[in-house]
């Protein structure tokens, strides 16, 4: 009997954390505009300084993925670890222009997403969510430039980038699906004017977002399984690898949403 793919068998666990961490209270009062405009802004400031750590991981899984020595003829996608350049060097892209499209819908809806101190450079910890706290940790421990496994080195940030991108679009998209029925012409009596519910969900839950995450899914199970072959004592060792980036991923997803009860 086939085994799962490695994402499948991520997905196979966990489902009420999975859950929790893709339908909380903070989705459905987005869903139904009645987050205020401080809520969103703290979150939103949140979000954005999670960025700075996903800028980090792309540079460091760069770094440790081989190109090949070979010419890729033009039209050819190439092999696996030249694909994963493309999808990270993409992700670089995307990253920026999510920070961009986050300061123009701030400035546009009035919102406030800085919460450096008095020196502009320092943040207190008390103004971050557990959930940053959490992200921080993880992509700090996957970015001390000293990965020791030769299988997959790349491994573990692949899971985290694939697994919090996944996480991202089935929030929002549980989010959106809470909020069909209304019009825009309704979103202008939210409480943040609209910001989340007219901007961010629809940026959220695109097709192309999907088809971003799909990209790195096929790379990540194609990877797997071309080592693996067959191989259950190698199997189980990377899925293990996986699964505790997955849990600890869930934890800090699950904590990024503040409660707002």
Known sequence: MASLPLTS????????????ATQSHFLARAASGTLSKHVISHWLA??????QGYIRLTGELLRITKVPTRPTPSK????????????????????RREERFFMDVAERYGLDVDLTGPDGVTIAEEKKIEGLKRFEKLF?????????EATLPWLEGVVLFWATEKVYF?????AKRQAEGMTEKEYGSDADGGAVRKEFIENWTND??????????GILNEGVQGVVDGDKGLRKQIEDRAEKVWQQLLDAEEAFWPDVD
């Open 9 to 20: 068998h991520l997905l196979s666990l966990n489902r009420d954390q999975f859950t929790r």
């Open 46 to 51: 949140n979000d954005r300084l999670y960025m």
């Open 76 to 95: 050819e996608a190439g092999p696996l670890e030249l694909r994963l350049v493309d999808w990270l060097v993409s992700a670089l892209v995307n990253i």
């Open 140 to 148: 700090d421990s996957l970015t001390t430039g000293q990965s020791t």
């Open 170 to 174: 089935e929030a929002w998209s549980w």
């Open 208 to 217: 192309e977002f999907i088809e971003f995450v799909n990209t790195l899914e």
